[in-house]
C-alpha cells in the first residue's frame, strides 16, 4: 500500500479524486505544485490501517505527512452532526484550501454522513447552499464580509478551527446570527477538544493529563503515523498518550490553550512564549494578525521581535505591551509588515517574513 498523491489546482476536483481513490482502497494525499513531495517519501511503508494521508500546516519546517486510518476520523462524525444539527442532505460549507487536512476531513464527513459538500467558488459563493461552515478565523472573517454586503445565506452555524478565534471576530458572527463552535485541534491528533458554549472541553472520546502544563491526549483520533516527523507518544498504565507540545491550564474541566511549548524565546534570564505576546497584540483592535520570535542578541540571548499585520502604529503597540505584559515579554524591535505568510488553513507561518 503506497500514497496516491492528488494534485489538481481545483477544491472539487482535488477532493473528489481524493474521495475516488480512498474508496478504490488507496490512501489519497492532496498536495501544491508548489511544494513537491520527495520520492522517498512516497515509497514510505505505510500501516495496515492506513486510510487517509494529510500534510501538516507546515508553520515552520518542511511540511509533514500525518497518516490515519478511515475510524480515526469518523469516530467524529456522529457528535459533529449532532451538535451542529445536521442531517443528511444538509450542505457543509467548506473554503479552506484543498491541501489542508480540515479540507480533506470536510469531505470524508460530508460523504460518510451524506451531507452536500459546498466548495465556495467565484462565481457562486454557495452560502445559500449549506447549513454550517467549517472555517479558519480568516476564512469567518471573509464570510462576514459576503453577509455585510448582502449575499444571501442560509447558514446558522460555523464550526471554527486552525488558529485562535479572537473574540471581536466571534462577536460580529454572533450579531451576524450566526451561532459559533470553536474547537482545538492538530493534524496529528485530529480534534482535541471544543467550546459549545460552556468552555473549551475535551471532546468526546478524548480523555486529557496535563503534565508540566503540556497536554497529552488518549484518543481514538491519533494519526498512525508521521512521515517524515515524529509525534511523541507514551504509554501510562497500559493507555497510550500523545502530544504536540501545548501548553495549557485547566480549571473545571475547561482548558485554556497556552499555545505550543516550543519556540520559547529565553531573553534576560526568563523565558517568553509567542504565543502569549501574540494574543496580546491580536486583542488590540487595529491589529489583524502577529508574529512573535527571539532572535540572537549579544546581551540578552535573544530578543522578542514583532511583526503586525495592521494599521497599529509602533507607539500604540509599545503603550499597548506596556500595561498588559512584564518587561521581558514586550517586543524590543517591531517591524509592520502588509500581510504575514499563512498557511492553507489559515495559521501564520512562523518563519521571518521576506518584507521585514
Known amino acids: 500500500m503506497q500514497i496516491k498523491i492528488i494534485n489538481d489546482s481545483s477544491a472539487a476536483d482535488a477532493l473528489s479524486a481524493a474521495l475516488a481513490a480512498y474508496a478504490e482502497g488507496d490512501v489519497p494525499l492532496i498536495v501544491d505544485s508548489r511544494a513537491p513531495i520527495a520520492d522517498d517519501v512516497l515509497q514510505h511503508e505505510l500501516p495496515a490501517a492506513a486510510a487517509w494521508a494529510a500534510l501538516t500546516s507546515g508553520t515552520t519546517g518542511a511540511p509533514k505527512i500525518v497518516v490515519r486510518s478511515a475510524a480515526s476520523w469518523q469516530i467524529a462524525f456522529e457528535p459533529l452532526n449532532a451538535e451542529l444539527g445536521l442531517c443528511s442532505g444538509d450542505g457543509l460549507w467548506m473554503p479552506v484550501h484543498q491541501v489542508s487536512s480540515m479540507a ?8 460518510s454522513s451524506g451531507l452536500d459538500l459546498v466548495i465556495p467558488k467565484a462565481e457562486d459563493p454557495g452560502l445559500s447552499r449549506a447549513v454550517v461552515a467549517h ?13 455585510d454586503i448582502g449575499q444571501n445565506s442560509t447558514l446558522h452555524t460555523v464550526l471554527v478551527g486552525g488558529d485562535r478565534l479572537p473574540e471581536d471576530l466571534m462577536h460580529r458572527a454572533q450579531i451576524a446570527g450566526l451561532r459559533v463552535v470553536t474547537y482545538v485541534g492538530a493534524a496529528e491528533l485530529s480534534l482535541v477538544a471544543w467550546d459549545r458554549g460552556d468552555g473549551m472541553r475535551a471532546f468526546e472520546g478524548v480523555a486529557t493529563r496535563i503534565v508540566d502544563n503540556q497536554l497529552w491526549v488518549s484518543s481514538p483520533q491519533i494519526a498512525l503515523d508521521v512521515i517524515g516527523g515524529n509525534l511523541e507518544r507514551e504509554v501510562v498504565d497500559g493507555v497510550e498518550w500523545a502530544t504536540v507540545g501545548d501548553r495549557v491550564a485547566e480549571q473545571n474541566g475547561v482548558l485554556e490553550f497556552l499555545g505550543r511549548g516550543d519556540g520559547a524565546v529565553l531573553t534576560a534570564g526568563a523565558t517568553v512564549i509567542p504565543a502569549e505576546v501574540e494574543a496580546v497584540l491580536n486583542s488590540h483592535p487595529q491589529i489583524v494578525g502577529s508574529l512573535v520570535m527571539g532572535q540572537p542578541d549579544a546581551v540578552l540571548g535573544q530578543r522578542v521581535v514583532a511583526w503586525v499585520e495592521g494599521s497599529a502604529d509602533r507607539a500604540q503597540l509599545r503603550d499597548w505591551v506596556r500595561s498588559r505584559l512584564p518587561k521581558a515579554a514586550r517586543p524590543v524591535k517591531w517591524h509592520t509588515v502588509e500581510k504575514l505568510q499563512r498557511t492553507a488553513s489559515g495559521k501564520i507561518r512562523r518563519v521571518v517574513p521576506e518584507e521585514a
Do not use: D, G, H, I
Open 104 to 111: 480533506l476531513f470536510s469531505a470524508a464527513w460530508a460523504q
Open 135 to 147: 472555517v479558519t478565523p480568516s476564512w469567518l472573517e471573509r464570510l462576514l464580509e459576503m453577509l
